[in-house]
């Protein structure tokens, strides 16, 4: 075992941090170069840069717990969930901002089993039916929350196999769930048959669209056919969608909305029992912080709908241009028919995670999934398309046997 590291007795300067700290980071990815496809999302905007940095700055130590000890922070939220609503034709009043899209799926499933239980379900048990390639949150909400997930296989077209969904579902049922598109092949669901269904059934219909929320209203506006996802869909009840990803705030931001206040007051939490006064709060955390809050604010305004139309419309050139040119390469595909900027390529031919491994020897980081390598295109990475092709052809008549065989998205510490 490591020697135990010691409290530190004395103070640091900054400058000495800082050098510290820039040992440290040697090893940490390089995403400004544009050579990752995950967890960074790099627009390569100095300008929305500048915005971000001081608008943290500004908000670093406020609390959002109580927004009316800070009205700019009450407004920001606010007009942040109009602003979402806006986009994905929903109620500008029934949503909140929360710190990312496993706190908006969270809090999603926790309404979903609250306003089954009010509605007559059985007090016992709830489930939720989705699909096998839902995100991994849906399973630790349902977890956290006691909350029975029965995932259904997707159909050969990579989307949610909508009869088998509805077949899943009984009188413990409280919501479907469709993704707009979902991670693994970004595929988009059917989500008006998945909507339909529900409705039908008297029950509730999530589309998580923690990826596509803010991308797929640009590309409809670009002209591309998106199929349809939001709130125009009847029977849509709730949506989840990541401001900290194609919204292009920093970390910490992500929307959950509501088809109307009522299913939103689900959500909150109210408690009048504690000598220390009444508390109440509308998402999971107490002491909130505020700076992602004003981040996503003050990327939605610096942007604004131009500066995202001209993102996407990178993104989109990239993503085609990406898609052509692994199809070209002799032995590589993509796989199915992806909606989005994100999608999985694979071989027929070669050992793909062997590709992965030169891959990662010339610079690039691609992540493994159980089928093939997967690629989430940026608005950065349009300076590498041809470099990245390169690579890859090389990559596919250049490699031997796979050392690295499994996506790692998250780490627990365990001995
Ligand atoms: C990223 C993602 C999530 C989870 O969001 P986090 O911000 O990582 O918590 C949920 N669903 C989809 C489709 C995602 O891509």
Redesign the pocket.
């Known amino acids: 075992m490591a020697d135990q590291l010691r409290f530190p007795e004395k103070r640091s300067a900054p400058a000495a941090l800082r050098e510290r700290i820039a040992e440290m980071r040697v090893e940490d990815a390089d995403w400004r170069g544009g050579r990752t496809f995950s967890l960074v999302y790099n627009v390569g905007d100095p300008q929305l840069e500048e915005a971000l940095h001081e608008t943290a700055n500004e908000y670093l130590h406020e609390n959002a717990l109580n927004p009316f000890k800070f009205p700019s922070l009450l407004n920001m939220e606010r007009e942040i969930v109009a602003m979402a609503a806006d986009l994905l034709h929903g109620n500008p009043r029934a949503g909140s901002l929360s710190s ?4 908006s ?1 969270f809090l999603a499933v926790h309404t979903a089993r609250s306003w089954h239980r009010a509605n007559g379900g059985p007090d016992s048990s709830c489930s939720i039916v989705t699909a096998d390639t839902a ?1 991994p ?1 849906f399973a630790k909400a349902c977890h956290y929350l006691d909350v029975e997930q029965r995932r259904v296989p997707v159909g050969a077209n990579l989307r949610a196999d909508t009869e088998s969904m509805a077949a899943a579902c009984d009188t413990t049922t409280a919501m479907v769930v469709g ?1 707009a598109p ?2 693994p092949f970004g595929t988009i669901d059917d989500i008006p048959g998945l909507a339909e269904a529900a409705s039908e059934m008297g029950i509730l219909c999530h589309v ?1 669209a ?2 596509g929320g803010w991308l797929l209203p640009w590309w409809e506006r670009l002209g591309e056919a998106v199929p349809p996802w939001d709130f125009r869909v009847p029977g849509v009840t709730s949506i ?1 969608a ?1 401001i ?2 194609y919204g292009y705030a920093f970390k910490g931001a ?1 929307t959950v909305l509501y088809r109307d206040q009522e299913l939103l007051g689900h959500q909150y939490f109210m408690y009048d029992q504690w000598p220390g006064g009444l508390y109440a709060s509308a998402t999971t955390a107490g002491t909130r912080p505020a700076a992602p809050m004003a981040g996503a604010w003050a990327a939605i305004n610096t942007l604004g709908a131009e500066g995202y139309l001209e993102h996407a419309g990178r993104i989109l050139d990239t993503t085609r241009a990406l898609k052509a040119g692994i199809n070209a390469i002799d032995g590589l595909g993509v796989t199915g028919d992806p909606d989005m900027s994100v999608f999985q390529f694979a071989s027929d031919r070669y050992d793909i995670n062997a590709i992965g491994d030169v891959m990662d020897d010339q610079g690039w980081h691609l992540d493994r999934q159980q089928g093939g390598l997967h690629i989430m295109v940026f608005p950065g990475h349009d300076a590498v398309v041809d470099e990245f092709l390169a690579d890859l052809t090389y990559a596919a008549g250049n490699h031997g046997e796979a050392r690295d065989t499994m996506a790692v998205y998250g780490a627990v510490d365990v001995e």
Not at 100 to 103: A, F, K, P, S, V
Request: include cysteine; proline fraction near 0%; glycine fraction near 12%.
């Open positions: 990312g899209g496993t706190e799926i995100h949150a993704s979902c991670y998580d923690c990826l989840s990541d900290h990803k992500s």
